[in-house]
């Protein structure tokens, strides 16, 4: 039996998670908790059950699964592949990557949680002169940054705050080695587009965004692209469908002053910059 790993999606037709068209995997699970998350249903592993509302005829009289009135009102999240099946997937795509430029984009969750397929899945669509990016917030060990470092074309790295507590009280966990594995990947000379997600009264301070694009600019040639994100709240909904407690339940919009303040910083710095 191949090495295993749970996903939820598949999604086709990408253009935001790299270059040209893509196809993105999203993994299930991840050891990071940002309250903003927007896919809540990646962050805990284990397959889930999203519940609509909206889908029941008659009042369920019981929460669990095959207790309900209406199965039906029940949707699942996440499903289990060996490597060889998620590349079959994938390979369908390949004409539209060979003639876009474009390629497979690993996203979650986190999917270094699924260090040993991820790094088979790579060599494997590489074999097939696939081009592989790697979506991560980089929190795990040295080592197994050098070993993804050996198999992706691009990494997609998600750097959430530069001060540590900030980053904390944001994700739960310490940023040490975040910062230091995107550092690894910089003095290797991997190809990098830095992610920078813009959250109202948790992340904007603006001058811990001013370290982060300093640190960033500190990483030298190896980062092709400063990604600014702002903020948004569509994934609210699916806390509610998944029973879970939603961190953020006011409505948050970015200020578009600070936006462009923090683009004007970045631009002074010599980065390409990119907001979403």
């Known amino acids: 039996m191949g090495k295993k790993a749970l996903i939820s999606t598949v999604q086709g037709y990408a253009t935001k998670d790299g270059p040209g068209l893509r196809?993105?995997?999203?993994?299930?699970?991840?050891?990071?908790?940002c309250a903003w998350c927007s896919n809540p249903e990646l962050m805990a592993p284990g397959i889930k059950f999203m519940h609509f509302k909206e889908r029941c005829?008659?009042?369920?009289?019981?929460?669990?699964?095959?207790?309900v009135s209406r199965p039906e009102a029940f949707e699942s999240i996440?499903?289990?592949?060996?490597?060889?099946?998620?590349f079959q997937k994938l390979i369908r795509d390949k004409v539209f990557f060979d003639t876009s430029g474009g390629g497979v984009t690993l996203s979650g969750g986190e999917p270094a949680m699924y260090h040993d397929?991820?790094?088979?899945l790579a060599v494997t669509l590489h074999a097939a002169g696939i081009h592989v990016a790697?979506?991560?917030?980089?929190?795990?060990?040295?080592?197994?940054?050098?070993?993804l470092a050996n198999v992706f074309d691009l990494f997609l790295y998600d750097i959430k705050a530069f001060d540590n507590a900030i980053h904390e009280k944001c994700t739960g966990l310490s940023n040490y080695h975040i910062l230091e594995n995107v550092r690894l990947l910089a003095d290797l000379g991997k190809n990098i587009?830095?992610?920078m997600v813009i959250v109202p009264g948790y992340n904007d301070d603006f001058l811990d965004i001013v370290k982060r694009v300093d640190f960033v600019v500190g990483l030298g040639t190896a980062v092709k692209r400063?990604?600014?994100?702002?903020?948004?709240?569509?994934?609210?909904?699916?806390?509610?469908?998944?029973?879970?407690?939603?961190?953020?339940?006011?409505?948050?919009v970015c200020d578009e002053t600070l936006i462009r303040k923090i683009c004007a910083y970045a631009q002074s710095r010599n980065l390409a910059v990119y907001v979403e």
């Open 134 to 147: 790697l979506d991560t917030a980089g929190h795990y060990a040295k080592q197994r940054m050098l070993e």
């Open 78 to 86: 996440g499903y289990a592949v060996t490597v060889e099946e998620l």
């Open 117 to 120: 397929f991820i790094i088979e």
């Open 193 to 195: 587009i830095i992610r």
């Open 226 to 252: 400063l990604d600014i994100l702002r903020y948004h709240s569509l994934g609210a909904g699916k806390y509610a469908r998944l029973g879970l407690f939603n961190p953020i339940s006011e409505k948050l």
């Open 23 to 33: 196809t993105t995997v999203f993994f299930v699970g991840c050891n990071l908790h």
């Open 57 to 67: 005829t008659k009042q369920c009289v019981n929460i669990e699964i095959n207790n």
